[in-house]
Structures are given as structure tokens and as C-alpha cells.
């Protein structure tokens, strides 16, 4: 099993320029969620989801997008980059959404914008 | 909403000694589960122990446990016997069932001297 995959592992992009974040796992996981890793400010919550089709916001959706039309994958999109949306991205999944399960996280994406 | 605290923003242990890292969460959820992970210079996240609100006994992981205090939402993490290994961020985290989703707070980065 490869588990939890990323890619690009590093991007760099212009202000306004689009782009997608890829993510993919093996395990057949039902919950697949994002997140921003930023200095002091631990890791915060994008977007989850809790199943094929089905996503919903976490604590900082602002600028994002994702869809889930696989099981396997789950892709975050930045519409329009800014300067602010510079850091380290992680996707992970767990077995399902609820009972506590452990979360798998990917090697992450060290985005910066300029 | 749910929240997460960790107040020591870093620590410093010497190798073979004992240091605990504290974490207070905050949820009006009934059913919750708790996490410490560790996310060492490489920057891949490792799940080091979890926790079940219902029990009451603390988990254990080897030389890794927990002090979970439910009633003041208090879940700290003791490490025996540091290793140079055992160098890395520590990030708590709380999941809810009702909510989906898993709050990290803002992590604690430990220094163990040799």
C-alpha cells in the first residue's frame, strides 16, 4: 500500500494564478480531510469529507475548493492564489468519520505564493 | 465549537529523563476522542497514542502516556526515558463523531539534549 499520496511536493505560484492539490489514498478510507500547516498556528482544517460526494468546511474554507467524486481521491483547488495561502499542506484519511479512528496524512506540499 | 491548547509553544528534556506536555481541549460533544502526534523534521505525521473519552483509564504506549483529566479537559502527554528520536513537534488533537472533524491545536516542538 502507498497509503496517503501528494502531489507536487513543492509548488511555487504567481498571485491570482489557479492550481490543484493532488491527493490519493489505497486504503480505502471513507473520511479524507486538508489541512494548512502554518508556524504558530498548528495545523488547521480546510475541508473534509466524509464519503464519495459528500464534503463540507472545516475552519479556514476561504479560497479553497474540493470535490470527492472517488473514494480514493480528493483534490483541493486553489481558485486564485494570494500571498496568504503560502504553507504546508496535508491531506490525510481514516477509515471513517467517526469512532476516533487514526488519521493517515500524506508527505504534505509546501506551497508558496508570490 | 471545538478548541484545542497547547501552551508550551517548546520544551526541553535531557535524554533519558522524563517531560510532559500539557493540552486542554474544549467541546460540547459528549462522544470525543483524543490524539497526540508527532511530526519529526521530515515532517510526516506519526500517530503516538489516542485516547477514548469513555474510559477512564489512561492510555499507554510503551514510554509514551497520557494524563487524561475529563472533568477539567485536561490531556497531557509524559514521555520516559527521551531519546534523541523522540525530537519533534507534538501536535494534540480532539475528534468529534457529531462534527466530523479533528481540531489540532498549535503544536509544542521538544528538544531533547544530549
Known amino acids: 500500500n502507498a497509503g496517503v499520496t501528494q502531489t507536487p511536493k513543492f509548488q511555487v505560484l504567481k498571485t491570482g494564478q489557479s492550481m490543484t492539490l493532488q491527493c490519493a489514498q489505497d486504503m480505502n478510507h471513507e473520511y479524507m480531510s486538508w489541512y494548512r500547516q502554518d508556524p504558530g498556528m498548528g495545523l488547521r482544517l480546510i475541508h473534509y469529507?466524509?464519503?464519495?460526494?459528500i464534503t463540507d468546511q472545516g475552519e479556514v474554507p476561504n479560497g479553497y475548493n474540493v470535490s470527492r467524486s472517488t473514494t480514493e481521491d480528493f483534490p483541493l483547488r486553489l481558485l486564485s492564489a494570494a500571498p496568504s495561502q503560502t504553507s504546508v499542506y496535508f491531506c490525510?484519511?481514516?477509515?471513517?468519520w467517526g469512532g476516533g479512528n487514526e488519521q493517515f496524512f500524506g508527505p504534505g506540499t509546501r506551497l508558496t505564493v508570490l | 465549537a471545538q478548541t484545542v491548547t497547547q501552551s508550551q509553544p517548546e520544551m526541553s528534556v535531557q535524554e533519558a529523563e522524563t517531560v510532559t506536555l500539557s493540552c486542554t481541549y474544549d467541546t460540547s460533544e459528549s462522544d470525543y476522542y483524543l490524539f497526540w502526534y508527532k511530526q519529526p523534521p521530515s515532517r510526516q505525521m506519526i500517530l503516538v497514542i489516542r485516547?477514548?473519552?469513555?474510559?477512564?483509564q489512561n492510555a499507554t504506549e510503551n514510554r509514551f502516556s497520557v494524563n487524561f483529566q475529563k472533568a477539567a479537559k485536561s490531556f497531557s502527554l509524559k514521555i520516559s526515558d527521551s531519546q534523541l528520536g523522540d525530537a519533534a513537534m507534538y501536535f494534540c488533537?480532539?475528534?468529534?463523531?457529531?462534527?466530523?472533524?479533528?481540531?489540532f491545536g498549535t503544536g509544542t516542538r521538544l528538544k531533547v539534549l544530549a
Open positions: 469529507s466524509v464519503g464519495a460526494g
Open positions: 485516547q477514548e473519552a469513555y474510559k477512564q
Open positions: 490525510a484519511s481514516s477509515y471513517s
Open positions: 488533537a480532539c475528534h468529534t463523531s457529531g462534527t466530523y472533524k479533528y481540531i
